[in-house]
Each structure stands twice: as structure tokens, then as C-alpha cells.
């Protein structure tokens, strides 16, 4: 087939042709899921979160290793089989004509890609840039950020670690004040957060970074109220969505940030190595870019693209990725996670020995829990269940948190949940001598 027939073989959803083949969602994934919506239209979100017979279906998408249950799905979700086809079928094409494609086609493809992707996010692509990852997106704002000495940035004790090392370099370089509140770990409610954040504000606050989920325990912050909080005040919005991004429901100006960063390789589940960052127009020509760039203007997003040579065959599945997460329905994803996490809390909340370390309720948590047995260390606990149960998660040990991190993902079946309660219960009867 020549390239150009190739170019005109596959088509997006919106007309588009690209010079790398997307493959559209199999017809036999489509056609039950479209099935499967039809037969259960009448639920709710909410009421559609437990029935098994339409997670089933999503399930058959997805392939992964028989000789253990992965509950570790916060550092990377898989991709499901429709995007990984996807990412090798363009690995093959670009390999075929490599500098051709990147000289010829790879602009407008990428482009395509970002149109695709901020419709997603609900903003412009003059506002979206496409990274490796959160860590990067972040480290361009922190790294890029005007601020002078005396100036303070505002952020949690449960904040990503990398975030907190990369503003330390700066306090060190610069002489700026790092100012780190210990977050309420179980608040009564998302106003006691808000309020955590507000009486820690000074006339110096220039920067208040903000975790949308915590990786460490799975807490939802009220990002909206705490953004507008910042914002009365004259405070910049740095939004962390690397956990909450196609995992919690929202459009990123719904959160009122600045800046927001996320990694598509966890809830989106794209290919590995990929993120995005989203600077709000106003603010693109404040921020100094991490590589030199001679082709945009101060004011233009482009700016922060040059980054060297990129595995565009993965940046084109991110369109792949996307059309499966909205075949699914992005209400109907979150419902069903949370589900999953509230479904074994139940069965182990009661149990005098084991302490839940996530805030409960739909404002506060979703898919992700962390979890702590009296008389084990992290590391020990996560041990035992993977090494009696075969059943994988990570272990966190913190000041401001012990226990192991638990996250499901859409393809955990019931019954692996039910294991996973069954093990922890276990465990603390074993330890009492049952």
C-alpha cells in the first residue's frame, strides 16, 4: 500500500485524515458497548457503577497477567487492547518512512492530536501542550515561574515529592520561601481543606500548588474552591491532575487554575510517556520555557515544545485512547471506580485492627484508598499480600501517611475485590492467632 493510500485509509471521528493510521474502536467492542448502553440507558451513573454484566463487556477490552490481581494501578493504567493495536500499527508505518513522515506529515498529525485532545480537556489549543508526563509539565511552571527572593510559594505535605524538591531548588537558588502545611488527612468535610490553605496565606503567597487527588491516599481536594480562594487573594493556581485526569469527571477550567498538568498514561490509559499541560492564555507569556525556542512569540504555547525528536506513533494513539474513554462515558468511569473502592472498604471498615486512610464520600475520594493493618509496616503489608494472596499494591510510608495505596482500575472484577478483602481480614485473624 502506498503511503498516500495509507494516509486515506483511516479516518477520525471528525473527518481528519492522518499520515499514521488510528484505528477505530474494533467493530466488536463498539457494537456492545453501543448494545450495552441501549439495554441499561434507564440507570444512572451511580446505579450503573454495580452492574456486572455491562463491566463485563469493558473487561473483555483489556489483557493482563493471570498469575496475580494488580491493585497498583496509580502509577500507570494499562492501555487497553483498541489503543495498544493502535500503537503498533503506527510504530510499523512511521518505521516504514521515518523522516519522511516526520518531515511531511507529523505537523499536521500532531495537531490533529491536540484538537482531539483539548476538546476532551474543554480548552483551546493555545492553552494545551502535550508532554511526557505530569512531573514535566509541572517542572516547566515551577522552573518557569517569575518569582524574586521573599516571594512564597504555598503547598501540602502531601504533595507529589518531586514537586516539593523541584520548589526546594528554587528556595536554595533564589532565595523564594517554601511554605508547607501538613494537609488534614481525614477532614470532616472539603471546607476544613479550604480553610487549611487560607490561614497559611500570607501577603507574600505568590503560588499555591494544588494537588487535585492525593497519590498518597486518594483525598480529593476541592481544587474550584480553593482556586477562587487563591485567586481573591492574587495567588497563582498550580493544579497536580496527574491521578484525577479521565479518572474524576471534569473539564480542566472547571478546577480555575492556572496551570494544570496531568499524565495520560494513568486514567486516560494512552500509551506509556505521555502528559499534557494546560497555561491559561493570559498567563503562557510569564512563563519561561525549559528549552530555547526561536520560531513563537512569548505569548504563544508552541514555545514550549521544543523538546527534541518524540515517539509520535504514541502521541497518535492518544485519539485511540480517548474514543474508548467516551465510548465508556466519562460519569459512568468515575461511578464505577469509586464503586469499586467503596465495595471492599465495607467489608473491612468494621474490623478494629485496620485503619482506612482515605476521607469517604463522593466529594472527597474515588478509586484510590490506602489502607493500614495495626502491628505491620507498609512494606510488610504489601509483602504478605502479594506473597500469601498474589495480590499486588505499593506500600506508602510517610510522615504524613502509613499504609499500602489500593486503586482498582475498570478491568478489577468483583471478585478481585472481594479477594482483596478477604486477605486483609485474614491477615489480622492470622495475626491474632486465628
Not at 105 to 126: H, P, Q, V
Request: contains cysteine; positive net charge.
Amino acid at each position: 500500500m502506498s503511503i498516500q493510500a495509507r494516509r486515506n485509509f483511516i479516518k477520525t471521528l471528525g473527518g481528519a485524515t492522518l499520515g499514521a493510521s488510528i484505528l477505530p474502536l474494533s467493530e466488536v467492542f463498539a457494537k456492545n458497548i453501543e448494545r450495552e448502553v441501549r439495554k441499561w440507558q434507564h440507570l444512572s451513573a451511580k446505579e450503573m457503577a454495580s452492574n456486572e454484566d455491562f463491566w463485563f463487556e469493558i473487561q473483555k477490552a483489556y489483557v493482563q497477567s493471570a498469575h496475580f490481581i494488580n491493585l497498583e494501578n496509580g502509577y500507570m493504567s494499562p492501555a487497553a487492547e483498541e489503543v495498544l493495536n493502535a500503537q503498533i500499527k503506527n510504530i510499523r508505518q512511521i518505521n516504514e518512512s521515518p523522516s519522511f513522515y516526520m518531515r511531511r506529515s507529523k505537523n499536521e498529525d500532531m495537531l490533529e492530536i491536540k484538537k482531539k485532545l483539548a476538546a476532551f480537556a474543554g480548552c483551546s489549543t493555545e492553552e494545551l501542550l502535550i508532554t511526557r508526563n505530569t512531573t514535566e509539565s509541572l517542572n516547566t511552571i515551577i522552573l518557569g515561574l517569575d518569582l524574586k527572593e521573599g516571594d512564597e510559594a504555598l503547598m501540602t505535605n502531601q504533595d507529589y515529592g518531586s514537586m516539593l524538591i523541584q520548589f526546594g531548588y528554587r528556595a536554595r537558588r533564589e532565595g523564594i520561601v517554601n511554605n508547607i502545611i501538613s494537609l488534614p488527612l481525614l477532614p470532616k468535610n472539603k471546607m476544613e481543606v479550604v480553610n487549611a490553605f487560607e490561614k497559611a496565606v500570607t501577603p507574600n503567597t505568590k503560588v499555591l500548588l494544588l494537588t487535585h487527588l492525593i497519590n498518597l491516599t486518594g483525598q480529593l481536594l476541592p481544587a474550584k474552591e480553593i482556586s477562587e480562594m487563591a485567586h481573591e487573594r492574587g495567588i497563582q493556581v498550580i493544579i497536580d491532575a496527574a491521578h484525577s485526569f479521565a479518572h474524576i469527571a471534569h473539564k480542566i477550567p472547571d478546577l480555575g487554575g492556572d496551570y494544570y498538568a496531568a499524565s495520560m498514561h494513568k486514567w486516560l490509559g494512552t500509551p506509556l510517556g505521555l502528559g499534557l499541560l494546560y497555561i491559561k492564555k493570559d498567563r503562557i507569556k510569564n512563563v519561561w520555557p525549559l528549552f530555547g525556542e526561536t520560531n513563537y512569540h512569548d505569548g504563544d504555547i508552541r514555545k514550549f515544545e521544543r523538546t527534541g525528536t518524540i515517539p509520535n506513533s504514541s502521541h497518535l494513539a492518544i485519539a485511540n485512547a480517548i474514543r474508548f474513554h467516551n465510548a465508556i462515558g466519562s460519569a459512568r468511569k468515575e461511578a464505577r471506580l469509586r464503586y469499586l473502592k467503596n465495595y471492599w472498604v465495607e467489608k473491612v471498615k468494621d474490623n478494629p485492627k485496620i485503619t482506612i486512610n482515605t476521607p469517604m464520600g463522593d466529594e472527597q475520594s474515588c478509586a484510590i484508598a490506602n489502607v493500614r493493618i495495626e502491628g505491620l509496616s507498609p512494606a510488610e503489608l504489601a509483602k504478605k499480600l502479594y506473597d500469601d494472596y498474589r495480590i499486588f499494591t505499593v506500600a506508602i510510608d510517610m510522615d504524613a501517611v502509613k499504609g499500602v495505596r489500593v486503586t482498582p482500575h475498570l478491568y478489577t472484577r468483583i471478585e478481585d475485590v472481594d479477594k482483596f478483602a478477604f486477605a486483609l481480614n485474614d491477615i489480622v485473624k492470622k495475626q491474632a492467632g486465628g
